[in-house]
């Protein structure tokens, strides 16, 4: 019967050329360190850089804004004396379009021009409901200057020698006392104390005539209300 034999090598194994794991801990924890070290520095240089273009962009909005108020401000002074209140928006809007300040803007870094544009936006914003207003304002002091110079005009009429400028002053009268043009542009409070202040004077002038031409028929009349 055949017999199997397992042989015993006599050669001594061979040291293993790959080293052990505890002898490259050291030496990669260290390079962890170094390489942490290193991100840490640049992300460091990162934030510097950054913090120091914040800083020089927000030195370019401030050093340009005051230019860019002054002329959006000059801009709502010029539109507030319009007519009326769409020419006024129009005029306003139009010389307040970021690209009428390109001269200020041309030499702008990217973002410290988006930033002056939003500025330019947000102060033009902020006068729009201002600048209608105000319109409003004169076109409702206009009105009413109008309306009382048309009333004091026809009141003068009243007190003439001359019956047809006396009728047609009544008559003028009557209409600006019950106009719905000067009431709407107006408001019916205004309006009402602009007719109201127009009647009581043109009745204290006619008792003023009355009392010159007839005192003693003025007096009697008194007596009797």
Do not use: C, H, W
């Not at 306003?92 to 988006?114: C, D, G, M, S």
């Not at 002038?205 to 005192?215: A, E, F, G, Q, Y």
Request: glycine residues 4%; positive net charge.
């Amino acid at each position: 019967m055949a017999k199997l034999t397992i042989l015993q090598s006599e050669q001594n194994l061979r040291q293993s050329s790959t080293p052990t794991t505890t002898a490259l801990n050291l030496p990669l924890s260290l390079a962890t360190q170094q390489g942490a070290a290193i991100n840490s520095v640049v992300k460091a240089i990162g934030d510097i850089q950054n913090d120091l273009t914040k800083i020089e962009t927000q030195n370019a909005v401030d050093k340009a804004k005051p230019s860019i108020l002054q002329s959006i401000l000059k801009s709502y002074e010029t539109s507030s004396k319009l007519s009326s209140t769409d020419a006024a928006l129009k005029s306003f809007f139009e010389n307040t379009n970021p690209n009428k300040f390109e001269t200020i803007l041309k030499n702008q870094k990217p973002l410290a021009k988006r930033l002056l544009r939003n500025e330019i936006l947000k102060e033009r914003d902020g006068l729009v409901t201002k600048l209608f207003n105000k319109v409003t304002t004169n076109q409702v002091n206009e009105f009413t200057v109008n309306l009382q110079e048309k009333f004091n005009f026809n009141i003068k009429r009243l007190l003439s020698n001359d019956q047809y400028e006396i009728g047609l002053g009544e008559a003028n009268i009557r209409s600006l006392s019950n106009n719905k043009f000067y009431e709407q542009q107006l408001g019916a409070k205004n309006y009402k104390k602009v007719v109201d202040d127009a009647i009581k004077l043109k009745n204290n002038l006619l008792l003023d005539l009355d009392t010159k031409i007839d005192p003693t028929g003025v007096i009697e009349g008194e007596k009797a209300l």
